[in-house]
């Protein structure tokens, strides 16, 4: 069975007078032990409420969560405050995506590190230091004792991420969430910090939520791939099948607009028009119409529900498909 | 942190000159002298004339600047020319009674500000929130004198529970060390007269107090929201730790930064406050007696006391800038 | 396809999308306005505001008696402390030299906000122009600009370290007693608030990226400061002017408190009306009452309002 | 260091907290004020601090009342009255000029330093004066001195008045005589001045250690007059201390006093300055009394129980008149129509304390030499306006000045009695500029220079002799008044030169009614001081020079 298994999850923002907005609408997908399953899309598509939903870090006035979360079968959303706060960076811990605003300026890195490890692994002092300086150690932080001492404000952009990731296992939990760990990052780290979470991962067999835009990403690490679009699922698969053969038009648009160095010449990228602002409610149809240039009158009848038209366990949302294999398949990064 | 100590008071230097050329050239527009103050009804044109030239006051200003300034260089700040006594003296008489006074009006400002504006913040909307701001906007607006008043009227007169006015009961002759009267009761063991003494402050402080109060609770309440929803409080949410820990070291801490600095700038404008708090409790500080200065045209008292005014208001700012740099690490640095 | 499906395709999700579009990219002004029309602060401080300030215009012309007529003086003895209390013909009763209180207190009004209006303005344009200056010469003066800047900062740090209470008093120890000497005392007074706050804004905004664009761009030095980075400045100094008008107000109460009020009984002023009130506070404590609850809930409403504003134009306290 | 913080930090929360809780329950505090018999310490609150302890360097109320505990002059007014009386001198006598002045001394009387009191001591003390040098010489030290007796020994400043006193000898032990060169109105009254008191020779030889002028401009006043411990006088209290940061000055029964002795042990002179600060410490029982009462309190105080005893009159308020400023002042009628305009029973009616008078000439009643027939002017708008009609100056405007931030003895609300004439005067159809100064300097300064059309000022007597008074004000021409006018100067010289008083008082009745057949002022009243005490208290004879002597009073 499944460590994470979401169902049905729905957030609704506002109420009590202001006008309510739907951010997540009805997502589902699964996380097994150990698997790396990439949430995709582009930013305001509802993947980070996700995440926070799922951490329990939405604020509790204004915010309503619905469907269920199991978390090694139990369901997060009906368990007491306390057990979640238990449960939160221990079994399941997450790294946000700007280092330097998500690090306390006024603590020094190494108290940062060891309050977690005093709150959930009862170590006290010296200990806690030590472990401290050797989970630094362990995400690649050059001499780490005297990092300890110092303030976040000290420590390079790819220094405060890895402490960040430093605190986020150390644990040793079994669900790692990453909410887009290396967008406020410069490429070279970004490749650097990919590598150790990866690592970190396969050591312990953690199982990593990884929520993302970026599709490199993806295709670095992911197993299973979510493709979200205001607010629902429209397109779920394998990664390898994902990028053979995207179903879905948006997530084909998504693949044919990423720049590749192996594009026969004067193929120009194909971007997709407009922004996630120009959308229609789910309930009179699918949402990318207004963008999608393969849309009928009917995407326009009522929500499209999630088929799998090409291949067993390839679901999309779409009433026109994109089906036509073209020849993307061999060049899937293995 | 020494180089900035030194920077400071070396700053000190040209403004007190500045300030004391301003004031010398303000001194010689101030219609007539110290010599009818001196006299009242038995003023007469000659007996004036005689005394403002005892005084050197029919010299042009430059002179009399010329002297004051060798006079500094002797260390000798001049006499008073309503008591007599040197101007020192004067000063060392009053000085410790504003600052006993100030400080313990800041300290009930802060001991009662700070948690009213935390816990206000963190029930938004409730009803302590609600009653902390509006008591705290009706507080600023209140006329000091005539809160003062107020409350003399009922502890003191009416309820007899605090003295009417004054720093000491009549007959308790207390040893005086320091000058501040609570302290030297302490020293000399004498603790009932530190206990007359308190009690003689708290009503002037409560009612000085108000305005700092009522800016503190605000302060911090505004401080404490925004810092509810820093990224990294959500870091130490998403750690699991006890809110407790979340609350003390993570939202605290940093709310209390800018607080630092308003109870700074505060401490230097209650003096201000102490003229009208002094004068309607007659106690006797520096405030009410630049106040009778002025009105005696006592000029050495009003040069001297202004100085030291100026001097406490920029070491009090010198002292916030250090406190700050002590729980803000980004401030250290440079 | 027919034309016509793909054309009524297109009409189908224009309709579909029509929705929302909810005011984005709304000025920041026209945003804050929003945000204050639904703030119950604003609103309660706009109300006695506005009462406040019709009164201070028609109060007047509407007074029943003369308010400086002793016309009851043969029943109020002071000096018996014997005094008029509400009564028919006198709704707040009398003063101390048989003067009906109603009257006096509907006059008052208009004095006591024509002091708060002027002399925040007095302190709004003096603070204005240094701040002005020293913010200009900060953001764009260079080298040399910045130590103009720091040496009008010293001056602004001087008068700072005076108490404003005592710098008040002593320039009406100058310019001997009078309203005008009121107005430019409690305005001195706010003169550093405004400067510093000025620069301030003017600092942060020379940072803000328009100005570099507009610098590199070579747009002259004056124009940028004018046409750019002072209306952007201007929003907390705007709410410091609704605050100070409380405070002016306040201080001018201690002044009149201190004997340094508008002399000339035949204008009455809250503060004043207050000052004087003191000695038969035992006697007639209504006296007193009237002009401070007249004084703290006018205080009250200019409060209000500026928090209000204050909140409204500051994202970060939204909600 | 560190343990005393945290204890002062330990006892001020403590505090707080005590306090707080304390509000809720009600006053244990009040029967202080109640007080038992055997309570044995009388605190009294003025408006001000002492000057100095050596009343021959103060010319301030403030300083005497407290320096009259402890000092005795050689003449005293009777307790209660003005009469003059013997003090340390039993009786005296002068020769008919008035120049030679003879004391015989009271015998048996003892310094509080032990020396015993004799013909040399009074000597000593009027030399000592006499002798004074460097800043003693100025007017704001030695004010009394050079008014009574003029100049010094050696004058060092061509204004300073050339001396009037000659010599002192000691006849014999207890006859000491006093000799002047001119016969002055000043004389004997002058001679029970607290300036003029007598210290002892012991501590004269101690002061003469210590000069005024300290380097530097301002005047310094001598170490010895600022602390207690030196300053020696034959009173029946004896001052131990004066704590200048608790504004308190402590006094203690002296037990060799010649004559009855304090009734309780301890004295306490404590400043509050504003009126309704005494005020309300004496209703918190802080005080067991306190000077210049509001008037508006008297009767309040009177009501709760407190003792409000009323002073006889001996003061003198007026509107004062400067011709040079305004010129339509120049004509009588003018002069005349403001004084009628003015309503003065009302003033003594609402404004001021109980037992009040109207005042008809510039000297109140209780002054040897006021005289019955005066030329009066009665309240009376339509008579004002037809005199102003007379005049021609039915639309006169006119500037008039009011001090703000003082109470006097003569005038308690200063505003409230401007307020009240304002609106007198314009009933009378005169156009009146108010303007509102600070008392000290701005408005002495102008009423001197003769700057304010109309103003209020007044006086309080030093003692009892009618120039003190007129001689003041119309002795030769002053800018405050701005006329000259011989047949009032000279009236009012008349008197001041004559040895005898008697001959004295009908010039001073002749001179009043030259000044009230001029009218260069009104005169508008005469009012007690009001002085109030606790509950529990027998107060002292109230004098309405202000000269209570405390040690008449007691507990109940």
């Known amino acids: 069975m499944s460590l994470l298994s979401v169902d049905e999850l729905t957030v609704t923002f506002g109420g009590r007078g202001r006008k309510e907005s739907r951010a997540v609408d009805g997502v589902s997908f699964e996380v097994d032990q150990g698997q790396v399953v990439g949430l995709v899309g582009e930013s305001g598509c509802g993947k980070s409420v996700t995440s926070l939903a799922l951490m329990g870090l939405l604020p509790h006035k204004g915010v309503k969560v619905g469907g269920r979360a199991e978390f090694d079968g139990t369901d997060l959303f009906t368990m007491s405050a306390s057990a979640r706060r238990d449960l939160r960076g221990s079994k399941m811990a997450m790294i946000f995506q700007d280092p330097l605003s998500s690090l306390n300026p006024v603590v020094p890195v190494g108290v940062q590190v060891t309050e977690i490890l005093e709150r959930h692994r009862r170590m006290k002092g010296e200990a806690a230091r030590k472990e401290a300086a050797h989970l630094l150690d362990r995400v690649g932080i050059p001499d780490p004792t005297r990092r300890l001492k110092e303030y976040p404000h000290q420590l390079s952009g790819g220094m405060r991420q890895r402490a960040l990731i430093a605190m986020a296992v150390a644990c040793a939990p079994s669900l790692l969430i990453a909410d887009e760990p290396t967008t406020a990052l410069d490429v070279t780290i970004q490749a650097q910090i990919l590598e150790l979470l990866k690592e970190l991962v396969d050591q312990e067999g953690t199982a990593l939520l990884m929520i993302t835009h970026d599709l490199g990403v993806v295709a670095g690490l992911c197993d299973q791939v979510n493709v ?16 053979a053969h995207p179903t879905h038009p948006y997530a084909h648009g998504l693949l044919g607009s990423i720049p590749r160095l192996d594009a026969p010449r004067g193929e120009s990228l194909k971007p997709i028009r407009g922004s996630i602002n120009d959308r229609i ?54 | 942190m020494l180089r900035l100590v030194v920077r400071r008071l070396l700053q000190l230097i040209p403004t007190l000159l500045g300030l004391s050329v301003l004031l010398f050239l303000w001194l010689d527009r101030l219609p007539g002298g110290p010599a009818s103050a001196i006299l009242g009804e038995k003023a007469t044109e000659a007996e004036v004339a005689r005394i403002n030239r005892a005084l050197g006051l029919d010299q042009p200003v430059y002179v009399q600047y010329w002297r004051f300034l060798k006079r500094i260089v002797e260390l000798d700040l001049g006499t008073s020319t309503q008591t007599g006594q040197p101007v020192w003296d004067e000063f060392v008489l009053r000085f410790p009674a504003t600052v006993e006074l100030s400080l313990l009006a800041i300290l009930i400002a802060v001991a009662v500000g700070v948690p009213l504006g935390y816990f206000a913040a963190r029930n938004r909307g409730g009803w302590l929130d609600v009653t902390a701001v509006s008591g705290s906007l009706v507080g600023i607006c209140i006329p000091v004198f005539f809160l003062a008043l107020i409350l003399k009227g009922i502890f003191a007169v009416n309820l007899g529970i605090f003295p009417s006015y004054g720093r000491q009961d009549t007959g308790i002759d207390a040893t005086s060390v320091t000058g501040f009267a609570v302290l030297d009761g302490v020293l000399t063991g004498e603790f009932d007269a530190s206990w007359d003494a308190i009690m003689h402050l708290i009503l002037p402080a409560v009612a000085l107090a108000s305005i700092p109060l009522a800016v503190i609770v605000r302060m911090t309440r505004a401080s404490v929201l925004e810092v509810q929803d820093e990224d990294y409080v959500r870091t130490a949410e998403a750690k699991g730790l006890k809110r407790s820990v979340v609350r003390s070291r993570h939202v605290l801490r940093n709310a209390m930064l800018p607080v630092v600095t308003a109870v700074g700038l505060l401490t230097g404008s209650l003096l201000s406050g102490a003229v009208l708090t002094e004068s309607v409790f007659s106690f006797g500080g520096i405030g009410s007696f630049i106040r009778t200065a002025i009105d005696a045209r006592d000029y050495p008292v009003l040069v001297g006391f202004i100085m030291f005014i100026a001097m406490v208001y920029v070491l009090i700012n010198l002292l916030v800038d250090l406190a700050y740099s002590l729980i803000d690490p980004r401030v250290r640095v440079h | 396809m027919s034309v016509a499906t793909k054309t009524d395709k297109i009409q189908r999700l224009a309709e579909l999308t029509a929705v929302k579009e909810t005011s984005t990219g709304a000025s920041l002004w026209r945003e804050a306005f929003r945000r204050l029309r639904r703030s119950k602060m604003a609103i309660i401080g706009a109300i006695v505001i506005a009462v406040f300030v019709v009164i201070a215009i028609v109060g007047p012309y509407l007074t029943p008696y003369a308010p400086t007529a002793q016309t009851w003086r043969g029943e109020v003895f002071p000096n018996r402390g014997q005094f008029v209390g509400p009564r028919g013909d006198n709704w707040f009763g009398l003063d101390h030299l048989g003067r009906d209180m109603f009257s006096r207190m509907l006059v008052g009004a208009r004095q006591t906000l024509l002091v708060g209006v002027v002399s925040t303005l007095i302190g709004l344009a003096a603070g204005f122009l240094i701040g002005g200056v020293s913010g200009a010469f900060a953001t764009l003066g260079g080298e040399s600009g910045r130590r103009v800047d720091s040496v009008i900062m010293r001056f602004i740090d001087m008068m700072l370290a005076l108490p404003s209470l005592l710098l008040a008093v002593s320039i009406a120890a100058v310019m001997g007693q009078s309203l005008t000497t009121v107005m430019i005392a409690v305005g001195v007074v706010q003169v550093p608030v405004f400067a510093r706050l000025l620069r301030g804004a003017m600092l942060a905004q020379g940072g803000a990226d328009y100005v570099l664009a507009a610098k590199s761009l070579g747009v002259r030095k004056r124009r940028i400061v004018i046409s750019q980075i002072v209306p952007n400045s201007l929003s907390p100094v705007i709410v410091q002017a609704t605050l100070s008008l409380a405070t002016a107000i306040i201080e001018a109460a201690a002044l009149s408190y201190l004997g340094l009020g508008n002399p000339d009984p035949a204008i009455p002023e809250w503060g004043v009306m207050l000052a004087q009130a003191q000695r038969f506070f035992d006697n007639a404590p209504m006296m007193a009452v009237y002009p401070a609850v007249g004084i703290i809930i006018t205080a009250l409403g200019f409060t209000l309002l500026g928090e209000a504003m204050r909140e409204a134009l500051d994202p970060k306290l939204r909600g | 260091m560190r343990i005393v913080k945290s204890r002062a930090a330990r006892a001020i929360t403590a505090a707080i907290a005590v306090g707080l809780i304390a509000t809720g329950c009600s006053s244990e505090r009040d029967n202080k004020s109640k007080g038992d018999g055997d309570k044995d310490t009388f605190v009294f609150a003025g408006a001000g601090d002492p000057g100095s302890l050596d009343p021959a360097l103060a010319s301030d109320g403030e300083t005497f009342r407290v320096t009259r505990q402890a000092f005795e002059a050689l003449l005293e007014h009777e307790s209660g009255g003005t009469k003059l009386v013997g003090g340390l001198a039993e009786t005296w006598s002068s020769n008919d000029e008035g120049t030679v002045w003879t004391f015989n001394l009271r015998k048996g009387v003892k310094f509080h330093d032990g020396e015993t009191f004799n013909a040399a001591a009074v000597c000593a003390n009027y030399d000592h004066w006499f002798n004074w040098k460097g800043t003693y010489q100025s007017s704001a030290v030695s004010y009394y001195w050079q008014t009574i007796m003029g100049g010094f020994a050696k004058n060092e400043d061509k204004e300073t008045p050339k001396a009037n006193y000659k010599s002192c000898t000691a006849k014999d032990e207890h006859t000491a005589v006093i000799e002047v060169k001119e016969p002055s109105a000043n004389l004997p009254g002058g001679f029970s001045l607290q300036a003029l008191a007598i210290h002892s020779p012991k501590a004269l030889k101690e002061y003469e250690k210590q000069d005024a002028s300290a380097k530097g401009d301002a005047i310094t006043y001598p170490k010895y007059s600022q602390e207690a411990g030196t300053v020696a006088g034959t009173g029946p209290y004896k001052i131990v201390k004066w704590n200048k940061g608790n504004k308190e000055v402590s006094l203690e029964r002296f037990d060799d006093y010649w004559g009855d002795k304090a009734k309780i042990k301890n004295l306490v002179f404590r400043t509050i300055d504003t009126e309704e600060g005494r005020r309300q410490a004496l209703q918190a029982g802080d005080i067991d009394g306190y000077d210049l009462v509001a008037p508006a309190d008297v009767k309040t105080l009177e009501e709760q129980g407190y003792v409000v005893p009323t002073r006889g009159v001996f003061n003198l308020f007026y509107v004062g008149m400067s011709q040079g400023a305004n010129k339509a002042l120049k004509k009588k009628e003018v002069r005349q129509a403001i004084a009628q305009a003015i309503d003065k029973e009302n003033l003594v009616k609402t404004q001021l304390p109980e037992g009040g008078k109207v005042a008809d000439q510039f000297m109140p009643d209780t002054i040897a030499g006021y005289s019955k027939n005066v030329t009066k002017y009665p309240f009376d708008t339509a008579k004002a306006k037809g005199l102003l009609k007379k005049a021609g100056e039915e639309n006169l405007e006119i500037e008039f000045c009011y001090p703000t931030e003082v109470t006097r003895p003569y005038m308690p609300a200063p505003q409230d009695l401007f307020e009240s004439m304002k609106a007198d005067l314009e009933k009378a159809g005169i156009k009146v500029k108010p303007k509102a100064m600070k008392w000290a300097p701005d408005y002495i300064d102008a ?35 701005g006329f000259k006018n011989d047949k009032v100067f000279d009236a009012v010289n008349a008197g001041s030169k004559l040895g005898k008083v008697e001959e004295r008082v009908a010039a001073y009745e002749k001179a009043n009614e030259a000044i009230m057949d001029y009218l260069p002022g009104v005169p508008i009243s005469s009012s007690p001081p009001a002085i109030a005490f606790a509950k529990n208290v027998n107060p002292p004879n109230v004098s309405p020079l202000t000269q209570e002597v405390f040690a008449e009073t007691s507990f109940k």
């Open chain 1, 228 to 243: 979200l679009y205001a607010g629902k699922v429209v397109e779920s698969a394998g990664r390898r099948e994902l990028f």
């Open chain 1, 281 to 334: 409610a789910w309930a009179d149809g699918c949402a990318f119409a207004p963008r999608c240039d393969r849309y009928e009158m009917a995407c326009l009848t009522g929500t499209p529900q999630l088929t799998e038209p090409r291949a067993a366990g390839h679901q999309a949302r779409c009433v026109n498909p994109v089906l036509v294999d073209d020849a993307k398949a061999e060049e899937v990064p293995a």
């Open chain 4, 447 to 481: 009423t001197e220079a003769g700057s304010c059309a109309l103003h209020m000022l007044g006086w309080t007597g030093d003692f009892n002799d009618g120039y003190n008074f007129i001689g003041t004000w119309f002795a030769g021409y002053d800018k405050q008044w």
